[in-house]
């Protein structure tokens, strides 16, 4: 900046006194006036820029704004050093409409040696003549302007300074660049030095770092003071900053005491805008300390919890001096009521501000339901973490790209749902409130309620840090006034690491999880003209979880004691389900009832919710709901509910394997009159048994005992006792003609040549066509497993299996899905089938399959088994009785241990065994079977025999 005083006129001079309050550059001075007058005419300070001298500039806005000129910083400093905080003198030569002022500094310590003098004479400066005086003789120059001249003839003879061309290059303050969360990293915990170059506001201040002239933003921990707000201006304006009450007294005060002072500092953390969060030590003093003390701004917890527990209670200390004494802003009425409202928060309201208690519903991957010990449910949001929205399993609107994040975003959302629940559900947490957010509008318009946000710990671990470093969610991106997570610093490291490792949210968007959810509640839960289709789909897919077995699913809802929405991982698909064998009451029955109803939905909800269980399931309902078996813990949760009085066992129970633990659970129950046995009479119950027992004896005429019937055609035998059967119905009829449809749709692929063999990859457990080795016809197949390159398939609608090359394999068409799967397992009732290894396996085989392949027989449902049908087969023209008949010929025997159900059919089978036994037919002709371990569960994973191979017999299509 180069300064000359004009002409030299006799113009009265401006004289004055003060101290300086900043350098900006070395010909630049800001001087507080000692006047009364001045110092309410300058309230900033007086500008002084130093006569008829040049130096050197620095780059304003430090390093990132430009390049300094060489020797601009030591100039500077030179001045700085000699200067900031010192009483001067100033003569003002000449001034322009902006009120800055050209003139003489001196320091008062020394007043006969001004601040131009001693910048020229040290070469940090070059003298800097008016244009009236340029040419003259020295001998006719002012005094003053003589001693310039002769400084600087001194110190270029010297080389001092500016005068040193061949150190130029080196006396160039170095432009900077850098990553804050390295630069964090690399600083925390080191006491730094730097010079305060600018002051925003009373607790935000850019500083240059020394040695390293690292330009940095720090705002002080611990203390947030007035700043500016931002609003909108006049039509056609660009907007206006509005100072808060007390910023400009916060910032002069801060101005004072630090504007270009060399500071002591440390570094306590860094956001996502890279400004960092710290300590300034000044004369022995913490800052944020006296910024409270003198009531110039408010204690901020989270980012004064870095510096430890003993630092804050002094900081809070120096709020509360300030707020009794109602100094400045405590003397804002607004300021008050917060602070009131905060204390009476944190001795009573809805919620405490710590807790802790257990974790009973994941709402999405930021969000959560605790109960308290006290048994208060309490919503918990994640203070500083956005997660993405879990959405619904509709395909969104919008463009694609719009369509892709969605779709992006929902898939980690919701596995940022499952990392949660996995970790948290059930278990204890510590929860602590940071901050409530007030009732408000969002961008678009949308009104948000008020709502608190918590950070919680499990096990010492804060949840969000782990959501965040696995990339399940972002960090926040905080205004400067903002509450936020007192963990606030680390959540910022480890999204960084998030960052770093393309993890979660910051993978590639071609790298998201697939999820292809099949919603099988979707037009279910009430009435609407797609509910007809939806009850069609489900049934449709009843056969593959059926012959899942048992198999894991999560509990998404539960809506009562017995009824559920479950998510089953391995088919990928959401279902409700209903559990057999046990009735819970239904509310609306009445009030005794509907106690109990409620009982038992929290008693299922608190050990159940978003819990692992296993299921096995066994039927559907006409409703669309899926029936069978729920297990937790390795507990029958119907035995638990039977036990807890909380249901009844229905008489489907009698079909279940463990139906012994049913009875036994609900005579328990009865005997300690728990829940709806509260006034049971064992005497009046034991009469009425015996009554209904009579009554069915007498009704009982057939060897089906009065058991459901129904036409079966056997499609598959696969041993002595099991096989496929197709229920003779309109079903069958439409399986006629899709396999019709089936052909035609592959001769319109073939010709038309659109299968493309690169785009197929089947997997097992896949729904696929297969062509059928024997006649070349293609049907629907399950891919079971696949074996170098070749794929053993199970014909869904006929039962039988064999090995396809892939060229025998085609996608299945979605219109050929909706049909149930046809074939359905069955074994015969009360028929226990000899071994492999044993003597006339393969006649029993023979025997059954020429009895009973391609027939239409009349079944009767004796129990059920996971996916099978325990059934009674009846010839309908002759009479004759496929079990008795195996039994009667001695090629198997009677399972003895279903003999607790007392079934007619049972007792007829009975006698039929010990006529072959007494008559030595088959395997008794010896007089006893050659396994008499008769006792022995047989069950369906025993090994085939090997004429039992797949593909062995059943020919498609056949009725």
Same mark, same amino acid.
């Given at each position: ?18 101290i ?32 008829n ?7 304003? /806005? ?44 001196s ?24 244009p009236?005086?340029q040419?003259?003789?020295?001998? =006719?120059l002012r ?54 170059e600018?002051?925003?506001? &009373? ?19 611990g203390v ?5 707000r ?17 910023? +400009? ?5 801060a101005?004072?005491?630090?504007l ?5 500092f ?33 204690y ?7 510096r ?16 009794? +004494? ?16 905060? !204390? ?6 809805a ?48 463009? =694609? ?47 948000l ?20 470093e ?46 292809r ?6 037009d ?32 998404e ?23 057999t064998?046990?009735?819970v ?42 029936? !069978? ?9 119907g ?6 009085g ?59 005992? /009065? ?6 055609v ?5 041993? &002595? ?25 592959g ?8 299968f ?44 039988n ?36 290894e044993?003597?006339y ?119």
């Amino acid at each position: 900046m180069s300064s000359s005083s004009g002409s030299d006129s006799s113009v009265p001079r401006e004289k004055g006194r003060g101290i300086v309050r900043a350098v900006p550059y070395a010909d630049c001075i800001i001087i507080s006036p000692a006047e009364p007058a001045l110092a309410a005419q300058f309230p900033e300070g007086r500008e002084v820029v130093l006569s008829n001298v040049s130096a050197p500039k620095l780059a304003r /806005g430090g390093p990132e704004g430009g390049k300094d000129e060489p020797y601009a910083w030591e100039a500077r400093e030179f001045i700085r050093k000699k200067a900031i905080g010192k009483r001067v003198y100033y003569t003002i030569d000449n001034k322009v409409a902006s009120g800055r002022g050209y003139g003489t500094v001196s320091l008062a310590d020394t007043p006969d040696v001004s601040l131009n003098t001693l910048l020229v004479q040290e070469g940090w400066a070059r003298a800097h003549l008016p244009p009236a005086m340029q040419g003259k003789e020295t001998a =006719k120059l002012r005094p003053e302007l003589q001693a310039l001249l002769q400084a600087e003839e001194t110190a270029r003879a010297a080389g001092k300074g500016v005068h040193n061309k061949e150190g130029e290059a080196a006396a160039v303050r170095p432009s900077v660049s850098y990553d804050a969360i390295k630069l964090y990293q690399q600083l925390k915990g080191k006491t730094l030095t730097g010079v305060v170059e600018q002051v925003r506001n &009373g607790s935000t201040v850019r500083i240059t770092v020394l040695p390293t002239f690292h330009s940095i933003i720090l705002l002080l921990s611990g203390v947030q003071c007035p700043g500016q707000r931002k609003e909108p201006g006049a039509e056609g304006a660009p907007p206006v900053f509005v100072p808060e009450p007390f910023y +400009k007294e916060a910032k002069a005060f801060a101005e004072t005491n630090l504007l270009n002072r060399e500071v002591s500092f440390t570094l306590d953390g860094v956001d996502k805008q890279n400004n960092f969060f710290g300590s300034i030590q000044y004369v022995g003093r913490d800052v944020a300390e006296e910024m409270l003390r003198q009531g110039f701004g408010t204690y901020v917890a989270w980012s004064a919890t870095p510096r430890g527990a003993e630092t804050c209670a002094k900081l809070r200390e120096a709020e509360r001096g300030a707020r009794e +004494k109602k100094a400045r802003v405590w003397s804002l009425k607004h300021n008050q009521e917060k602070a009131a409202q905060a !204390g009476s928060s944190s001795s009573g309201g809805a919620a405490p501000r710590e807790f802790s208690g257990k974790v009973v519903d994941i709402v999405n991957p930021a969000t959560f339901t605790v109960v308290t010990d006290d048994g208060v449910d309490v919503r918990v949001t994640l203070s500083s973490v956005r997660a993405p929205n879990i959405g619904t399993f509709e395909e969104p609107a919008g463009s =694609k790209e719009v369509k892709d994040m969605a779709r992006y975003e929902r898939a980690w959302a919701l596995e940022g749902k499952e990392f949660l629940r996995r970790r948290l559900i059930g278990q204890r947490v510590k929860c602590s409130q940071d901050y409530i957010r007030p009732a408000g509008k969002a961008a678009d318009g949308k009104a948000l309620p008020e709502r608190s946000f918590w950070t919680v710990y499990v096990d010492k671990m804060n949840i969000a840090i782990a959501l965040v470093e696995n990339g399940y969610a972002t960090v926040v991106q905080h205004r400067g006034d903002d509450d936020r997570s007192p963990d606030f610093q680390e959540l910022v490291l480890a999204e960084q690491s998030a960052q770093s490792k393309s993890k979660g949210l910051h993978a590639p968007r071609d790298k998201a999880p697939a999820h292809r959810v099949n919603d099988l509640t979707q037009d279910l839960e009430f009435e609407s003209k797609h509910k007809a289709a939806a009850i069609l789909k489900a049934k449709g897919t009843l056969p593959f979880l059926q012959r899942a077995g048992l198999q894991k699913a999560v509990i998404e809802y539960v809506f009562s004691g017995q009824r559920f929405k479950l998510f089953i991982p391995k088919e990928t698909c959401v279902i409700f389900f209903t559990l057999t064998g046990v009735k819970v009451p239904r509310r609306g029955e009445n009030a005794d009832l509907d106690a109990l109803s409620n009982q038992a939905l929290q008693y299922a909800r608190q050990r159940l919710h978003q819990r692992d269980v296993m299921v096995q399931i066994d039927n559907i309902d006409k409703g669309g709901n899926f029936l !069978g078996n729920l297990f937790f813990e390795k507990r029958d949760f119907g035995v638990s509910l039977a036990g807890e009085g909380f249901a009844s066992i229905t008489q489907n129970a009698g079909a279940l394997s463990n139906y012994r633990d049913y009875v036994d659970a609900e005579e328990k129950a009865k005997t300690n009159k728990r829940g709806i046995w509260k006034n049971y009479d064992e005497a009046a119950a034991r009469r009425a048994a015996e009554e209904a027992a009579q009554e069915e004896a007498a009704s009982s005429g057939s060897s089906e005992g /009065g058991r459901d019937t129904v036409s079966v055609v056997i499609t598959e035998v696969l041993d &002595g006792a099991r096989m496929y059967v197709q229920i003779v119905g309109p079903e069958v009829e439409a399986l006629e003609t899709l396999v019709q449809n089936l052909q035609i749709a592959g001769k319109e692929e073939d010709e038309q040549g659109s299968f493309v063999p690169e785009a197929f990859k089947p997997r097992a457990g896949d729904i696929v066509r297969g062509q059928f080795s024997e006649d070349n016809t293609w049907y629907r197949a399950k891919i079971l497993e696949i074996t170098d390159g070749r794929y053993k398939v199970l014909y869904i609608d006929y039962g039988n299996s064999e090995t396809l090359p892939f060229t025998s394999l085609r996608p299945l068409p979605s219109a050929f899905v909706s049909l149930p799967a046809q074939a359905n397992e069955a074994v015969l009732a009360y028929i226990r089938p000899l071994g492999a290894e044993e003597d006339y396996a393969e006649d029993a085989f023979t025997f059954l399959r020429e009895l009973v392949l391609g027939h239409q027989l009349t079944a009767s449902v004796e129990s059920r088994e996971g996916n099978k049908a325990h059934v009674g087969l009846r010839d309908p023209e002759s009479g004759e009785h496929v079990n008795a008949a195996l039994l009667g010929a001695g090629l198997a025997k009677l399972d003895k241990k279903h003999r607790r159900h007392n079934s007619p059919l049972f007792k007829q089978l009975e006698e039929v065994e010990e006529k072959a036994r007494s008559s030595r037919v088959g395997i008794w002709h010896h007089g006893h079977a050659p396994d008499s371990d008769e006792d022995e569960d047989v069950d369906s994973t025993r090994r085939k025999p090997a004429w039992a191979r797949p593909g062995a017999a059943g020919a498609k299509g056949k009725k």
